[in-house]
Protein backbone atom coordinates (compact mmCIF):
# COMPACT_ATOMS: atom_id res chain seq x y z
CA UNK A 1 0.00 0.00 0.00
CA UNK A 2 1.38 2.79 -1.11
CA UNK A 3 1.56 5.57 2.25
CA UNK A 4 3.54 7.98 3.68
CA UNK A 5 4.92 6.98 7.38
CA UNK A 6 5.75 10.15 9.91
CA UNK A 7 8.34 9.99 12.39
CA UNK A 8 9.95 12.05 15.32
CA UNK A 9 6.41 13.25 17.83
CA UNK A 10 6.54 13.41 21.08
CA UNK A 11 6.12 15.07 24.27
CA UNK A 12 8.16 18.71 24.25
CA UNK A 13 8.12 21.21 27.00
CA UNK A 14 7.03 24.74 25.77
CA UNK A 15 9.80 26.72 23.83
CA UNK A 16 11.59 23.27 22.91
CA UNK A 17 11.84 21.64 19.37
CA UNK A 18 11.33 18.41 17.09
CA UNK A 19 11.75 17.03 14.66
CA UNK A 20 8.99 15.47 12.25
CA UNK A 21 10.01 12.85 9.68
CA UNK A 22 8.46 11.42 6.75
CA UNK A 23 8.97 8.70 4.77
CA UNK A 24 7.27 7.03 1.76
CA UNK A 25 6.53 3.24 1.79
CA UNK A 26 5.40 1.70 -1.64
CA UNK A 27 6.43 3.80 -3.26
CA UNK A 28 8.86 7.49 -4.20
CA UNK A 29 7.25 10.86 -3.52
CA UNK A 30 9.99 12.83 -5.30
CA UNK A 31 8.52 14.12 -8.00
CA UNK A 32 5.31 15.57 -5.69
CA UNK A 33 4.64 18.18 -3.78
CA UNK A 34 4.51 17.23 -0.12
CA UNK A 35 2.75 18.80 3.08
CA UNK A 36 2.27 18.81 6.66
CA UNK A 37 -0.75 19.08 8.45
CA UNK A 38 -2.37 18.71 12.02
CA UNK A 39 -5.22 18.18 14.17
CA UNK A 40 -5.93 18.84 17.47
CA UNK A 41 -8.51 17.13 19.93
CA UNK A 42 -12.21 18.24 18.68
CA UNK A 43 -10.44 20.52 15.89
CA UNK A 44 -10.69 19.91 12.05
CA UNK A 45 -7.44 19.31 10.00
CA UNK A 46 -5.09 21.78 9.56
CA UNK A 47 -2.73 22.75 6.94
CA UNK A 48 0.86 23.58 8.29
CA UNK A 49 3.43 23.76 5.17
CA UNK A 50 3.75 22.59 1.91
CA UNK A 51 7.22 22.39 -0.49
CA UNK A 52 7.37 21.20 -4.15
CA UNK A 53 9.81 18.78 -5.06
CA UNK A 54 12.36 20.83 -5.80
CA UNK A 55 12.34 22.68 -2.60
CA UNK A 56 11.96 26.00 -5.05
CA UNK A 57 8.57 26.96 -3.70
CA UNK A 58 7.24 26.68 0.14
CA UNK A 59 3.96 27.43 1.98
CA UNK A 60 3.35 28.20 5.62
CA UNK A 61 -0.04 28.84 7.82
CA UNK A 62 0.58 32.30 9.35
CA UNK A 63 0.39 30.54 12.74
CA UNK A 64 4.14 28.74 11.95
CA UNK A 65 5.87 31.03 10.31
CA UNK A 66 9.47 31.81 11.87
CA UNK A 67 8.91 28.89 14.17
CA UNK A 68 8.67 26.20 11.53
CA UNK A 69 10.94 24.88 8.58
CA UNK A 70 10.18 22.17 5.88
CA UNK A 71 12.43 20.62 3.95
CA UNK A 72 13.09 17.27 1.50
CA UNK A 73 15.79 15.11 0.88
CA UNK A 74 14.98 13.51 -2.39
CA UNK A 75 17.25 10.84 -2.37
CA UNK A 76 16.35 9.66 0.44
CA UNK A 77 12.75 9.91 -0.11
CA UNK A 78 12.45 11.83 3.09
CA UNK A 79 10.46 15.29 3.92
CA UNK A 80 10.80 16.78 7.55
CA UNK A 81 9.31 19.72 9.56
CA UNK A 82 11.65 20.92 11.71
CA UNK A 83 9.50 23.07 14.56
CA UNK A 84 11.30 24.97 16.97
CA UNK A 85 9.68 27.71 19.99
CA UNK A 86 6.79 25.27 20.37
CA UNK A 87 3.98 26.30 22.15
CA UNK A 88 1.16 24.36 23.73
CA UNK A 89 -1.11 25.55 20.89
CA UNK A 90 0.92 23.15 18.89
CA UNK A 91 -0.11 19.66 20.46
CA UNK A 92 -1.50 18.01 17.79
CA UNK A 93 -1.35 14.52 15.29
CA UNK A 94 0.89 16.02 12.76
CA UNK A 95 0.23 14.28 9.40
CA UNK A 96 2.36 13.96 6.40
CA UNK A 97 0.65 13.64 2.52
CA UNK A 98 1.44 13.78 -0.97
CA UNK A 99 -0.35 15.63 -3.79
CA UNK A 100 -0.09 14.76 -7.31
CA UNK A 101 -1.14 18.32 -8.42
CA UNK A 102 0.77 21.28 -7.84
CA UNK A 103 1.36 23.00 -4.29
CA UNK A 104 -1.29 23.61 -2.43
CA UNK A 105 -2.83 24.09 1.04
CA UNK A 106 -6.16 22.40 -0.02
CA UNK A 107 -6.40 19.42 2.34
CA UNK A 108 -8.68 17.52 -0.19
CA UNK A 109 -6.50 18.39 -2.76
CA UNK A 110 -3.97 16.02 -1.02
CA UNK A 111 -3.53 12.16 -2.24
CA UNK A 112 -2.02 10.15 -0.11
CA UNK A 113 -1.92 10.25 3.55
CA UNK A 114 0.12 9.08 6.88
CA UNK A 115 -1.28 7.29 10.20
CA UNK A 116 0.19 10.54 11.69
CA UNK A 117 2.54 11.28 14.47
CA UNK A 118 1.29 12.52 18.12
CA UNK A 119 3.06 15.57 19.27
CA UNK A 120 2.52 17.26 22.95
CA UNK A 121 3.96 20.32 23.97
CA UNK A 122 3.05 20.77 28.10
CA UNK A 123 3.40 24.48 29.51
Known amino acids: QVQPVESGGGLVQAGGSLRLSCTAS????????MGWFRQAPGKEREFVAAITWSGGRILYADSVKGRFTISRDNAKNTVFLQMNNLKPEDTAVYYCAATTRVITTRIHEYDYWGQGTQVTVSS
Open 26 to 33: GRTFSWNP
